[in-house]
């Protein structure tokens, strides 16, 4: 649910200055989390939550 993972290569100068003034934004300790005290899962709606434990009851295709 919280994977924040992404890769991407921007050439523009400007573009990439702005994306990285977003992500320095995204990143800043107001807008993070602590796994010790905080359950950011609790936040999702029962149904995503019923969703996503029944994806993870599913067994795994070998062939993907």
């Not at 991407?8 to 005290?37: C, F, K, Q």
Request: cysteine-free.
């Amino acid at each position: 649910n919280l994977n924040t993972e992404t890769g991407v290569m921007i050439r523009h100068p400007a573009l990439a200055s702005e994306v990285e003034a977003s992500i320095e934004e995204d990143m800043a300790p107001g807008n993070s989390w602590n796994p010790r005290t905080e359950n950011p899962d609790g936040e999702a709606s029962p149904l995503k939550r019923f969703r996503l434990f029944y994806w993870k009851a599913l067994p795994l295709d070998p062939l993907l």
